[in-house]
């Protein structure tokens, strides 16, 4: 029982240290917000994989505010998907 309440206690602090600032991602001059669509993405960023995980399709690309790798969801590959999430 101790145990599992340590593991729920740390599940916010591992999901508040993988958590990306939306405010400083940007590809070239395109800020990602929750209104960017996955086209979008694929047009303006360096693109450095795409592919699906936990049935989402994953677009990973270089933030040019950081030039650290980022990692974004979308529902699916549509074009006109929107960002669901993005994490470093």
Same mark, same amino acid.
């Given at each position: 029982?101790?145990?599992?309440? #340590?593991?729920?206690? #740390?599940?916010?602090? #591992?999901? @508040?240290?993988?958590?990306?600032?939306?405010?400083?991602?940007? +590809?070239?001059?395109?800020?990602?917000?929750?209104?960017?669509?996955?086209?979008?993405?694929?047009?303006? =960023?360096?693109? &450095?994989?795409?592919?699906?995980?936990? !049935?989402?399709?994953?677009?990973?690309?270089?933030?040019?505010?950081? !030039? &650290?790798?980022?990692? =974004?969801? @979308?529902?699916?590959?549509?074009?006109?998907?929107?960002?669901? !999430? +993005?994490?470093?």
């Amino acid at each position: 029982m101790k145990k599992t309440l #340590l593991s729920l206690m #740390l599940l916010p602090a #591992l999901s @508040f240290a993988s958590s990306l600032d939306m405010s400083t991602l940007k +590809c070239n001059d395109m800020q990602i917000s929750n209104t960017t669509t996955l086209k979008s993405v694929q047009t303006n =960023c360096l693109i &450095k994989k795409e592919t699906t995980h936990d !049935g989402m399709y994953e677009v990973e690309f270089v933030n040019t505010t950081t !030039g &650290k790798s980022v990692k =974004c969801d @979308f529902a699916n590959k549509r074009p006109n998907s929107v960002v669901n !999430g +993005c994490r470093s």
